[in-house]
T-cell receptor
Framework: DAKTTQPPSMDCAEGRAANLPCNHS???????VYWYRQIHSQGPQYIIH???NNETNEMASLIITEDRKSSTLILPHATLRDTAVYYC?????????????FGPGTSLSVIP | GAVVSQHPSRVICKSGTSVKIECRSL??????MFWYRQFPKKSLMLMAT?????????EQGVEKDKFLINHASLTLSTLTVTSAHPEDSSFYIC????????????????FGPGTRLTVL
């Protein structure tokens, strides 16, 4: 799996949009971008994934640059419950090689 | 989404004892499950891939005789920490891939809530 780089920590005001960047400059053509988050002392939670098009679901939006070398996870209206560590992972989808390798992630603190 | 459970959620044991942690997929069958370990303020580290009906595949540096993995059914994988020592104290997390999402072009993995092991 390609490596990713994320800022170690970010703050966001409650009610504002949280924009979490991720660089994946060595991503391959068949690798997807996945985002997970981990709230303290809980298991990780899947958020969203995409290949090249922007994606949106009930939790977040994923913006992938045209060259696919970076992406941004957007939480449109951050709440205190969104305080967590967010992991950006690139991996091949739909194969038997399903390992999810976590980097250090971004610790997001939502501030009242 | 699919649900993965772990039992127990928390365990405290004496040094030298063995501890078994269960990981169950509650509403789907998982031929493959994964075990992770997480130390305080650190990221998750993949320990091994558990394959139903066959031997687990361990990541480099993980002692297979120390961390015994059994995947006897399509909904249950167990991790046994043998002869546990204080340095084995950690947060252990399992995950499973829902094959139904794979067929839909997704490759989503679902994670259990974790088991906190404390070895005295």
């Amino acid at each position: 799996d390609a490596k990713t780089t994320q800022p170690p920590s970010m703050d966001c005001a409650e009610g504002r949009a949280a924009n979490l960047p991720c660089n994946h400059s060595t991503i391959s053509g068949n690798e997807y971008v996945y985002w997970y988050r981990q709230i303290h002392s809980q298991g990780p939670q899947y958020i969203i994934h995409g290949l090249k098009n922007n994606e949106t679901n009930e939790m977040a939006s994923l913006i992938i640059t045209e060259d696919r070398k970076s992406s941004t996870l957007i939480l449109p209206h951050a709440t205190l419950r969104d305080t967590a560590v967010y992991y950006c992972i690139v991996r091949v989808a739909g194969t038997s090689y399903d390992k999810v390798i976590f980097g250090p992630g971004t610790s997001l603190s939502v501030i009242p | 989404g699919a649900v993965v459970s772990q039992h127990p959620s928390r365990v405290i044991c004496k040094s030298g004892t063995s501890v078994k942690i269960e990981c169950r997929s509650l509403d789907f069958q998982a031929t493959t499950m994964f075990w992770y370990r997480q130390f305080p303020k650190k990221s998750l580290m993949l320990m091994a891939t558990s394959n139903e009906g066959s031997k687990a595949t361990y990541e480099q540096g993980v002692e297979k005789d120390k961390f015994l993995i059994n995947h006897a059914s399509l909904t249950l994988s167990t991790l046994t920490v043998t002869s546990a020592h204080p340095e084995d104290s950690s947060f252990y997390i399992c995950s499973a891939r829902d094959p139904r999402t794979r067929l839909a072009g997704n490759n989503e993995q679902f994670f259990g809530p974790g088991t906190r092991l404390t070895v005295l």
